[in-house]
């Protein structure tokens, strides 16, 4: 079984023991982390490494910030940053090669407040991963796509959209993109190995939301059709939620059956429309 996870650390410096001890435990062959919140001299390579993972990093001072980790070996990087707006500094989505698989790691801008210049800005991002994804998606090659999308898909995804309303990981624009994005053919592989349970990623730090499971699902793990088949389970590290000083995240993961036994099928190609 190959493990990919996602985890938006919250700040890699000062949450190092936990990702530590989870990687300790849970022994992920990629992981993708979000918000390091440290510039790229800051990112703790020694304490990685040391732990058995080569890694590659995208840091921003104070913000923001993407990782990849590999248990064992190098990843072998793709690409730092979407394309489409060469004047975007930051540090929002990196992409590498790791285990056979092709991995984007992301963090979609939460866009809060809402209207505003910070929404405008989410769904212009979004809109880039789109474009980019739909190259990914027909690429050929087995491609996941992890990360905080910060958007909370369904009503069903949380504990109580009537507290979020106003939110913008909620707004009919930003659950549109996400649907878009899926209707390229990618697998929501939490959703897709838990289509009737509420189950959540994240729990804000406010009015005791951890201790009543009042969460929200906005880490999300998709898989293209080269991948999708061999999907064999996906969960969320629940656990790294309750450590002292945890991240408002929990490590999110999928397990894929890489055998010859699991080879999928090749695609038929799609008629083209008639003139």
């Not at 989870?22 to 510039?39: G, N």
């Not at 703790?44 to 923001?64: C, F, K, L, M, V």
């Not at 969320?236 to 929990?250: C, F, G, K, N």
Request: charged share 25%; aromatic share 10%.
């Amino acid at each position: 079984m190959l493990k990919i996870a996602t985890f938006n650390i919250n700040g890699i410096r000062s949450r190092l023991p936990a990702l530590l001890a989870w990687l300790d435990k849970e022994a992920p062959d990629i992981a993708c982390l979000q918000e390091l919140k440290a510039p790229d001299a800051a990112f703790p390579i020694d304490e990685i490494r040391n732990a058995g993972y080569g890694a590659i990093w995208h840091g921003q001072t104070s913000w923001n910030g993407v990782a990849i980790l590999a248990k064992g070996m190098e990843p072998i990087e793709t690409r730092r940053g979407l394309p489409g707006d060469p004047g975007d500094t930051h540090s929002r989505y990196l992409e590498a090669a790791a285990h056979g698989v092709l991995v984007g790691c992301l963090y979609l801008p939460n866009g809060n407040p809402q209207p505003g210049p910070k929404f405008d800005y989410k769904l212009a991002w979004f809109e880039r991963l789109i474009k980019y994804a739909a190259k990914l998606h027909d690429n050929g090659h087995p491609v996941v796509l992890a990360g905080d999308y910060n958007v909370v898909p369904t009503d069903e995804d949380i504990y109580n959209p009537k507290s979020w309303l106003k939110d913008a990981l909620l707004q009919p624009e930003s659950r549109e993109a996400y649907r878009r994005l899926l209707d390229q053919g990618w697998l929501d592989a939490l959703r897709a190995r838990h289509p009737d349970e509420r189950i959540y990623t994240f729990w804000d730090y406010f009015r005791q939301h951890w201790q009543k499971n009042s969460g929200l699902r906005i880490d999300h793990v998709l898989l293209n059709p080269a991948l999708a088949p061999r999907l064999a389970d996906a969960g969320v590290d629940r656990w790294v939620r309750d450590l002292p000083h945890a991240s408002d995240h929990a490590p999110t993961w999928i397990e894929l059956d890489m055998s010859e036994k699991k080879k999928p099928a090749t695609r038929a190609r799609r008629a083209k429309p008639a003139a």
